[in-house]
């Protein structure tokens, strides 16, 4: 659309005089716009060579042994960096969807505490034989109001980057609880710890602390702006804490407009 979009800016002076900027930021809003638009056209159009791809290679790697069997390794490599490059593409199509507006796609009343459940059980699978200790600890009948995907991406990404990111056998707390400033999910580790200084970039789209090392956990860099992003829809914040070396908490408060009251709460 073409409608002008205006910033106000008034600064109230304690003679009772006012000034009052007005700021055109049209053009901006544009450019942002189109740079969404891009990324998701672009995103959605690798998918479909890259699925194409997949499947030739899968067809390969079940025929390999009459191909030439030392080729294996070569066509799992690249079967491996096709479903990075899946993942990718997936999460940048899910940010572009969570960026077009600013409210949950669905608003039902959600189950917290058996949605940790099942995210914690793919917690301890994704540790496997690293053997972390995941403890959880949720209040029963509490539920949120929103989109239950939403949320499992968002909850699954913060529980997932415990894992990646603290040694094995390391401890993993999960908490959810309530009180009378709202609904609050914690997720505490044992982990390397994050520099206070990256903190505040954490959020950002491909922000990385360290990007060697973490091309080999596998993840993309974007997990942490779409847990910002469907945070954003359900009204609720992040807060990170965190000591190098010791472990970081990263949790999410949510206000208590968006608790749905159980006769457990009443
Ligand atoms: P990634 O796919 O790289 O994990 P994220 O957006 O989920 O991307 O996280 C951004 C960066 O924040 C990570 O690369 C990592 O450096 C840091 N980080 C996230 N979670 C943790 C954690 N629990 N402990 C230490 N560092 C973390």
Known sequence: NDRRRLQFHITHYGNGE??????DVTRVHQLEQMRKDFVANVSHELRTPLTVIAGYLETLLDNVDEVNPRWRRALEQMQQ???RMQTLLNDLLLLAKLEATDYPSDNQPVAVA???Q???ADAQA???ARGHRIELDAAPGMRLKGSEAELRSAFSNLVFN???YTPDGGEIRIRWW?????????VQDSGIGIEARHIPRLTERFYRVDSSRASHTGGTGLG???VKHVLLRHRGRLDITSQLGQGSTFTCHFPVSQRVRTDQDA
């Not at 006012?18 to 700021?23: A, C, F, K």
């Open 18 to 23: 006012h000034l009052m900027l007005v700021r």
């Open 178 to 186: 309530g009180d009378e400033q709202g609904a609050h999910l914690a």
């Open 126 to 128: 994704l540790s496997g």
């Open 81 to 83: 960096q096709g479903e």
């Open 118 to 120: 099942t995210i914690k």
């Open 162 to 164: 415990a894992v990646k």
């Open 114 to 116: 058996e949605l940790l």
């Open 224 to 226: 942490l702006a779409i």
